[in-house]
């Protein structure tokens, strides 16, 4: 069945708002077995009319988003009666919900709210238990010329009150228009460390080989490989998948990198903690966005200037000789974070971000990172990542994380830094 998406207001056109209804809808009709071919924002008014006339002998199912409130630019309702030529009722029940909702809040009932009670014949009630403009469900009703109109749902803009409504109302009665569900299954995993040419290269026509359909979407440091197909073919890619990358790929539970650290350090029982200079404490900030970090992260230590470097215990003979921005002083900042905070593991960052700071000897875009391991082992290497700021410390938080991964993986103790 051919699903297509019309999201009203002028707010989101203007760039007020940002539209999260396709992110949020594509991923609801996916478990139905329905996906949305064709999606596009119009303003308010007008417009609404013909966009939502051109989806009629084109689509079978149509949702529209938004202009179901009280105030004169919400005009959808009064559109989609108009093109199917249905009257407007008043809806008692919903008139009473809406007057006790105010009452309840001490807001005023005023003839222009309750215009939200008023709707189509033939049309049913889609209840929004978190506003007062209710939602509406059109099954399909001949028009003219012999054809049929697609079944119909217009929903409030309102995230808060879509998202609820969705669940309850919308996805039920569509489970009932696709009852076999999905026909296939989609995966995603994760390679990191990997160009998004390079992942393509390696599998791509083995993908399509397969019958598959693969997609890609590449962000600093890591590719998400997209596999829709069925039960047997994502079997298939997913040894394809880990036979090309490796321990570059994460497994498909994890969704990122630093979801699948504190993880495995929680089921080894070790513990990891950070010294940054050029990320200015994104590396710590990353790990503790993954539930359950408090276990495994105790200190981050943030040493942006070369005396907050020194208080961390780095000489300052070794920064005058080597400069903040070297191999020596990424070592030293791991080990002294390894032995304050009595951790496991330590990963510290040093680097030159730009735009100015560069020489010959390290340009911008130059970074150290060391991994120091109880027992005394320390890994460092060096980087350039020549890019605007943000990405750049994107870039070296990815490139830590997953050099500790990849120590994890290749020995069972702490003593894989000596390996």
Known sequence: MRVELINTGSELLLGQVVNTHLHYLAEALWPVGLTIELQVTVPDGPPIRKALSETFGRADIVIVTGGLGPTTDDVTRDVAAELLGLDMETDNSIAHLIEERLKTRNIPLTPRVLRQAERPSHSEILHNTHGTAPGLYFPPLPL?????????????????????????????????LVPDGPARSMQTWRVVGVPESLVEEAVGEKLIALGIEPGYCARPGEVDVRIIGSGKQLESAAALLKEAF?????????????TWLVQ????????????????????????????????????GFVTYANTAKQHLGVPAQLLREHGAVSAAVAEALAQNALRIAGADYALSTTGIAGPSGGSDDKPVGTVFIALACKGGGVIVEKHRFNTERQTFKHLVVQTALNLLRKTLLCAPTTLACNL
Do not use: W, Y
Request: hydrophobic share 35%; net charge negative; with cysteine.
């Open 246 to 258: 490796g321990n570059a790929m994460l497994p498909e539970d994890s969704r990122s990198l630093e």
């Open 144 to 176: 003219p010329g012999g054809q049929r109109s697609p079944h119909l749902f217009l929903l409030p803009g309102p995230p808060r009150e879509l998202k609820p409504m969705v669940e309850t109302e919308v996805v039920p009665r569509l489970r009932a």
């Open 264 to 299: 495995e350090l929680t089921r080894r029982n070790e513990t990891l903690s950070t010294a940054e200079s050029c990320t200015g404490g994104a590396l710590a900030s990353q790990i503790t966005n993954a539930p359950g970090s408090s276990a495994i992260f105790g200190f």
